[in-house]
């Protein structure tokens, strides 16, 4: 399920984040859009694994004193990860 069915980039995968750093580089100039990049991916990590360990710990957390956490997830996230 997508949010919004009639963007173009809807279901497109990698082409869109592909679009999303063109047109990041276009706006703000080549070099800020990698410095960009740079901190982005030191700071949550270019894939999955650095967030799946921070959420498996916000899980464990939780258990651990017996409540439940509600987290916020974008529907391309969900599109990709149905369950």
Do not use: C, Q, W
Not at 2 to 27: E, I, L, Q, W, Y
Not at 47 to 74: C, D, H, N, Q, Y
Request: glycine share 14%.
């Amino acid at each position: 399920m997508n949010a919004t069915p009639n963007h173009p980039d809807a279901g497109a995968g990698g082409r869109s984040a592909m679009k999303t750093v063109a047109v990041a580089a276009k706006g703000k100039g080549g070099m800020n859009a990698v410095r960009r990049v740079a901190a982005i991916g030191s700071r949550y990590g270019l894939g999955p694994r650095r967030m799946e360990r921070r959420l498996s710990t916000v899980l464990r957390l939780t258990e651990r004193f017996g409540s439940r956490a509600t987290l916020p997830v974008t529907a391309a996230a969900f599109d990709r990860h149905p369950g």
